[in-house]
């Protein structure tokens, strides 16, 4: 099946910088791609939606110049949590739409372990 | 409009009895409904998906769902729990909307296997 790759799995980083967590389509060019952050004992959050060659589109509340998304390439998106505060710690998971989709399906990646210290 | 709504946050089964994990959903539009499942400190794996053909589905590991439009539900099963099955689950429904995808998560549901 399609394989959708998260880098890095886990990371820490000191409050105050940066930090990019890359995500990968390995098999197949993705036109979507879905940012999420997951908190501890909820579902999902969908944080923004990005399509290859364009802005991406946050969901309310979700500060765009804090976490910023670029989709550069049919195959690579990167979220970059920007100013890292201790709250944005984190479960992030991204997932891409194939180019050619059936029935819409989505594939997610294995999810990045922020910890902000 | 589109909403997913999982009614139970957590099941709780013996391990070699069945499994059903329940799942409401609304949408305007013809939907694309999906069983995700997610272990401790993983990344989410399609289970089965639903895209306007058979209404029955086959997954892996044996779980199968059914969609049914009269009731708007697409209600996970398995006949037989394994340890392994323990997990939270989620179901979610997509469509495309503008040339977009819109995907709705419902809330989730931790499956507890108990030996």
């Known amino acids: 099946g399609a394989v959708v790759s998260q880098h890095p799995s886990r990371v820490i980083c000191k409050s105050g910088t940066s930090v990019k967590i890359e995500c990968r389509s390995l098999?197949?060019?993705?036109?979507?791609m879905f940012w999420y952050r997951q908190f501890p004992k909820k579902s999902l959050m969908l944080m923004a939606t990005?399509?290859?060659?364009?802005?991406?589109?946050?969901e309310q509340g979700v500060e765009k110049d804090k976490f910023l998304i670029n989709h550069a390439s049919l195959t690579l998106s990167t979220l970059t949590v920007t100013s890292a505060h201790p709250e944005d710690s984190s479960f992030y998971i991204c997932?891409?739409?194939?180019?050619?989709?059936?029935?819409?399906?989505?594939?997610f990646g294995e999810g990045s372990w922020l910890t902000v210290v | 409009a589109q909403s997913v709504t999982q009614l139970d946050s957590h099941v709780s089964v013996s391990e070699g009895t069945p499994v059903l994990l329940r799942c409401n959903y609304s949408s305007s539009y013809s939907p694309s409904l999906f069983w995700y499942v997610q272990h401790p400190n993983k990344g989410l794996q399609l289970l089965l998906k639903?895209?306007?053909?058979?209404?029955l589905v086959k997954g892996i590991n044996g779980f199968e769902a059914e969609f049914k439009k009269s009731e708007t539900s697409f209600h996970l099963t398995k006949p037989s729990a394994h340890m392994s099955d323990a997990a939270e689950y989620f179901c979610?429904?997509?469509?495309?909307?503008?040339?977009?995808?819109?995907?709705?998560f419902g809330t989730g549901t931790k499956l507890q296997v108990i030996p």
């Open positions: 639903y895209t306007s053909a058979a209404t």
């Open positions: 990005s399509n290859e060659g364009s802005k991406a589109t946050y």
């Open positions: 997932s891409a739409r194939p180019r050619r989709s059936s029935g819409n399906t989505i594939y």
């Open positions: 979610v429904v997509t469509r495309n909307s503008g040339g977009y995808q819109k995907v709705t």
């Open positions: 098999d197949f060019q993705a036109t979507t």
